[in-house]
């Protein structure tokens, strides 16, 4: 085995020290073997491999440098198997800062996925985000990005709180009735965590120059749900290149995406362009005015458990994005999931060369 191939990965020297991830679990059921949990649980068919497996587990569980396990692992009866432990994440370079960090379990995930946990918790204390709407998703996506650290938020609502919103905006209660969403959002916030920055903009989003008196951020979630917001949203993200996603629900189908990074994937009116929602000509002869009559009154049904959905699977990938990971599922794309079936749905919303918003710059 080459000498420097245990240091490629992340960049690390042998005299590093390692530990085994807390997050790792062993199995034997019968003459299965089984090491790691969820996505990454992977079989062990050879027998030599399983031991070599646990004895390089154990070693780590003392905290060896990579060097120790280096060598352990060329005089084993399987070399190769400690580069298996390095690419999957059961074995990581070992930090202090899970044991005093409030964010702890959180930093599992992100060490189960390859990230530094150190590099992750400052990457998200320097974040600033814009949340548009503080209706469910946004007290959703507004609590868990509060509660894992993020720095700054920036809430924009400019509605008042009714009894009908306490189904599913669950930071709100009986005694908010009336009060403004962004000032009751911003102290419970402030509450889960006294750390984070919260600024709040009692006003709705009807103009790009609206967009325009909101501080700066690395990402705007659209959460709202007035008319056009998400179109207008899209122009003022291309023209400043700012990132922002959409997240929503249609009756039953929990949705989010598209992830627009300006420059990088494509934008709101790609997709929409793609899939017949702008760019049709109008027909002369059809029932437009009538239809939109029949329209006027539509409101989404809502229920607690989709909006949910949405806001976590969202925050997933807003999390992701901002903790420097490229796995973010909604790029280029808006998904569905649909609550009756569990189907889950998606929508093409890479860069379509015909479109007038970001292609004609």
Known sequence: ???????????????????????VIFQELGDTRLIGVGSKQTVIESQFMWQCIINLSELARRRPTLQKLREYDENSSNPGTLQFLLDNNFIIKDTDLISTSRYNRSLY?????GLSPEDVETSLKKSRVTILGCGGIGNHIGAALATNGIGTINLVDGDHIELSNLTRQIL??????????????AKRLRERNSHCRIHTFDTHINTIDDLKEIP?????????????????????????????????????????GPFVIPGETGCYACGSLRIGLIGK??????????LRKLNQDFKSATFPPINATASALATSDIIRYLAGSKSISSLNKRIGFHDLTLKLETQDFSINEECIVCQNR
């Open 281 to 290: 000509d109008k027909n002369l002869n059809s029932n437009e005015d009538r």
């Open 109 to 113: 995930y992100y060490q189960s996925i």
């Open 1 to 23: 085995m080459p000498p420097n191939l245990y240091l490629t990965y992340k960049g690390t020297t042998l005299n590093d020290i390692y530990s085994l991830g807390r997050y």
């Open 216 to 256: 700066e951020s690395d990402i705007i979630i659209v959460s709202a749900d007035s008319s056009g917001i998400v179109n207008l949203v899209n122009i003022f993200c291309v023209e400043n290149k700012k990132t922002f996603i959409n997240v929503g629900y249609m009756n039953d189908i929990a949705i989010w």
């Open 172 to 185: 709100f209660d009986e005694n908010d009735i009336d009060a403004r969403k962004v000032d009751v959002l």
